[in-house]
């Protein structure tokens, strides 16, 4: 594990005890626990062991969805400005690669990756002046149209608004949103797709899991079969992206935003660098 990993995960838990304010004695058994996980399992993963960290949270914290406030608002601000951005995308010159770039921009709704500005709205409004720094959009939108089956992994909630004004505008009559199978930090789940109208555009379904990820071995098999079937994956997220980057599947395009230091080197550009790029 990189030491930035290790500091991450130990800022989360940080944060949660701040919010959470649990008696002195529970605090101290969930920060042992959570050192002790990490010891135990310092090869593993990283989506896979924020997992592990997470059902540790919920356990000690006695609460099964510790992010429920921040998703809640995050998908309630978003759906707000719901019509203004439709406008902006709408007026644009080009209509697919706006709605595209809003959709990346929206993954910086992060609460794992420690993201998200007090003014969320001027910080959406900052990136979205800035220029995508790896952008393989056309050859996205030629799959797009060559695709019969469009299989979309959503991220975070909050983001999962732009995702439905991107899915609305590629117009695509085959496209299936995946969601989370359990509440984990504030990645988006059955509920929450539903609370935004994912529904009203295309098929909703569970990964089944409760990793910040696509962890295919942790997956059930039916949505093994939908991933390997799916003739496109649109995969949003650094999660999503640290999950499937050694993935099989031949087709699969990876849009979001570099949160850390460790996911900007890999992909070759800088810390908070928008990025849409086609699996090599």
């Known amino acids: 594990m990189r030491h930035h990993c290790y ?21 101290e058994s969930f920060i042992f626990a959570v050192h002790e996980y990490i010891a135990k399992n310092r090869k593993m993963e990283n989506p896979e062991l924020a997992a592990g960290i997470q059902r540790i949270a919920r356990q ?4 099964t969805d510790l992010y429920a406030e921040e998703k809640r608002n995050a998908n309630t601000m978003l759906l707000g400005k719901y019509a203004h951005w439709q406008k902006v995308v709408t ?9 595209a770039k809003l959709s990346v921009i929206g993954n ?12 969320l709205s001027d910080q ?4 979205f002046q800035k220029e995508i720094a790896v952008n393989h959009l056309e050859a996205l939108r030629e799959e797009i149209g060559k695709a019969e089956s469009v299989l979309y ?21 085959n496209v299936t949103f995946a969601v989370r199978g359990k509440p984990v930090l504030n990645d988006a789940t059955l509920d929450d797709a539903v609370q935004v109208g994912m529904d009203k555009v295309c ?64 992909l070759e550009v800088k810390k908070h660098d928008m990025v849409i790029t086609k699996k090599p």
Do not use: W
């Open 60 to 63: 000690h914290l006695q609460n």
């Open 153 to 173: 992994l959503g991220d975070n909630c909050g983001e999962i608004v732009f995702d439905k004004l991107f899915i609305e505008t590629m117009n695509h009559p």
């Open 203 to 266: 098929r909703i379904i569970s990964n089944g899991a409760d990793a910040p990820s696509t962890l295919l071995h942790l997956c059930p098999d039916d949505f093994v079969s939908a991933f390997n079937e799916a003739n496109l994956i649109i995969s949003k997220g650094q999660g999503n992206f640290e999950g499937l980057m050694e993935s099989d599947h031949p087709n699969i395009f990876f849009l979001l935003i570099a949160k850390c230091d460790p996911i900007a080197e890999l």
């Open 7 to 27: 500091f991450c995960h130990i800022k989360t838990i940080e944060k949660l005890i701040d919010k959470f304010k649990p008696e002195a004695h529970l605090t």
């Open 124 to 127: 959406i409004d900052a990136f």
């Open 108 to 119: 910086i709704i992060d609460y794992g990756a420690h993201s998200v500005h007090e003014n």
């Open 91 to 99: 007026d644009s010159d080009n209509p697919f690669a706006t709605a």
